[in-house]
Protein backbone atom coordinates (compact mmCIF):
# COMPACT_ATOMS: atom_id res chain seq x y z
CA UNK A 1 0.00 0.00 0.00
CA UNK A 2 1.45 3.56 -1.09
CA UNK A 3 1.15 6.05 1.30
CA UNK A 4 2.10 10.01 1.34
CA UNK A 5 2.28 11.84 4.05
CA UNK A 6 3.36 15.76 3.95
CA UNK A 7 4.38 17.70 6.93
CA UNK A 8 5.75 21.33 7.69
CA UNK A 9 3.08 23.58 6.73
CA UNK A 10 2.10 26.38 8.28
CA UNK A 11 0.70 30.36 8.47
CA UNK A 12 4.00 32.80 8.00
CA UNK A 13 4.40 36.38 6.63
CA UNK A 14 5.59 37.35 2.98
CA UNK A 15 9.45 36.80 2.61
CA UNK A 16 9.80 34.01 4.88
CA UNK A 17 10.13 30.48 4.18
CA UNK A 18 9.17 26.80 4.47
CA UNK A 19 9.93 23.34 4.21
CA UNK A 20 7.59 21.07 3.17
CA UNK A 21 8.49 17.20 3.98
CA UNK A 22 6.44 13.84 1.97
CA UNK A 23 6.92 11.05 3.64
CA UNK A 24 6.91 8.02 1.24
CA UNK A 25 6.08 4.51 2.03
CA UNK A 26 5.33 1.37 -0.37
CA UNK A 27 7.61 3.16 -2.94
CA UNK A 28 10.90 3.18 -3.91
CA UNK A 29 11.99 6.86 -4.72
CA UNK A 30 14.69 5.56 -7.19
CA UNK A 31 12.53 3.85 -9.80
CA UNK A 32 9.57 6.85 -9.09
CA UNK A 33 9.01 10.25 -10.50
CA UNK A 34 7.84 12.62 -7.68
CA UNK A 35 6.37 15.88 -7.71
CA UNK A 36 4.75 18.65 -5.90
CA UNK A 37 1.22 20.48 -6.97
CA UNK A 38 -0.76 22.93 -4.79
CA UNK A 39 -4.30 24.24 -5.05
CA UNK A 40 -5.64 27.33 -4.19
CA UNK A 41 -9.38 27.74 -3.37
CA UNK A 42 -12.04 28.08 -6.04
CA UNK A 43 -8.84 27.07 -8.01
CA UNK A 44 -7.34 23.52 -10.49
CA UNK A 45 -4.65 21.64 -8.97
CA UNK A 46 -1.56 23.19 -10.22
CA UNK A 47 1.74 21.81 -10.99
CA UNK A 48 5.09 23.21 -8.64
CA UNK A 49 7.64 21.36 -8.79
CA UNK A 50 8.82 17.49 -9.96
CA UNK A 51 11.71 15.38 -9.80
CA UNK A 52 13.09 12.32 -12.25
CA UNK A 53 14.24 9.12 -9.93
CA UNK A 54 17.67 9.23 -10.75
CA UNK A 55 17.25 13.20 -10.16
CA UNK A 56 18.78 14.03 -13.46
CA UNK A 57 15.06 15.66 -14.62
CA UNK A 58 14.42 18.61 -12.35
CA UNK A 59 11.32 20.60 -13.52
CA UNK A 60 9.70 23.83 -11.90
CA UNK A 61 6.36 25.91 -12.49
CA UNK A 62 7.66 29.53 -13.89
CA UNK A 63 5.64 31.03 -11.12
CA UNK A 64 7.76 29.35 -8.28
CA UNK A 65 11.02 28.73 -10.21
CA UNK A 66 14.26 30.48 -8.67
CA UNK A 67 12.20 30.36 -5.02
CA UNK A 68 11.36 26.81 -4.29
CA UNK A 69 13.57 23.90 -4.44
CA UNK A 70 12.26 20.13 -4.41
CA UNK A 71 14.10 17.25 -3.25
CA UNK A 72 14.13 13.96 -2.07
CA UNK A 73 16.65 11.43 0.22
CA UNK A 74 15.92 7.85 -0.85
CA UNK A 75 17.68 5.94 1.38
CA UNK A 76 14.82 8.44 4.29
CA UNK A 77 12.00 7.57 1.94
CA UNK A 78 11.71 11.26 1.62
CA UNK A 79 10.39 14.43 -1.09
CA UNK A 80 11.43 17.91 0.52
CA UNK A 81 10.29 21.32 -1.10
CA UNK A 82 12.23 24.03 0.32
CA UNK A 83 10.19 27.78 -0.41
CA UNK A 84 11.75 30.64 0.02
CA UNK A 85 10.57 34.22 -0.38
CA UNK A 86 7.01 33.32 -0.25
CA UNK A 87 4.54 35.52 -1.22
CA UNK A 88 0.89 35.61 -0.61
CA UNK A 89 -0.57 34.08 -3.39
CA UNK A 90 1.39 30.87 -3.25
CA UNK A 91 -1.18 30.46 -0.13
CA UNK A 92 -2.51 27.36 -0.97
CA UNK A 93 -3.07 23.19 -0.05
CA UNK A 94 0.24 21.45 -1.28
CA UNK A 95 -0.03 17.81 -2.25
CA UNK A 96 2.85 15.40 -2.80
CA UNK A 97 2.23 13.11 -5.75
CA UNK A 98 3.84 9.99 -6.69
CA UNK A 99 3.62 8.11 -10.18
CA UNK A 100 5.65 5.45 -11.89
CA UNK A 101 9.20 5.23 -13.27
CA UNK A 102 7.74 7.11 -16.53
CA UNK A 103 5.93 10.65 -17.05
CA UNK A 104 4.70 11.23 -20.01
CA UNK A 105 3.43 14.94 -18.97
CA UNK A 106 4.57 15.63 -15.55
CA UNK A 107 2.83 18.86 -15.32
CA UNK A 108 -0.68 17.14 -15.29
CA UNK A 109 -2.34 16.03 -12.63
CA UNK A 110 -3.62 13.03 -14.61
CA UNK A 111 0.00 11.57 -15.01
CA UNK A 112 0.28 11.06 -11.09
CA UNK A 113 -0.92 7.76 -9.56
CA UNK A 114 -0.60 8.45 -5.68
CA UNK A 115 -1.80 11.94 -3.63
CA UNK A 116 -0.73 12.42 -0.18
CA UNK A 117 -3.94 14.10 2.03
CA UNK A 118 -2.57 17.85 1.42
CA UNK A 119 -1.03 20.20 3.79
CA UNK A 120 -1.79 23.95 4.05
CA UNK A 121 0.32 26.71 3.67
CA UNK A 122 -1.00 30.35 3.97
CA UNK A 123 1.49 33.54 3.69
CA UNK A 124 0.27 36.85 4.67
CA UNK A 125 1.18 39.68 3.37
Known amino acids: QVRLVESGGGSVQAGDSLRLSCVTS????????MAWFRQAPGKEREFVAAISPSDVYIDYAASVKDRFTISKNNGKNTVTLQMNALKPEDTAAYYC??????????????????WGQGIQVTVSS
Open 97 to 114: AAGSNQIINPRVTGDWLY
Open 26 to 33: GISLSTTY
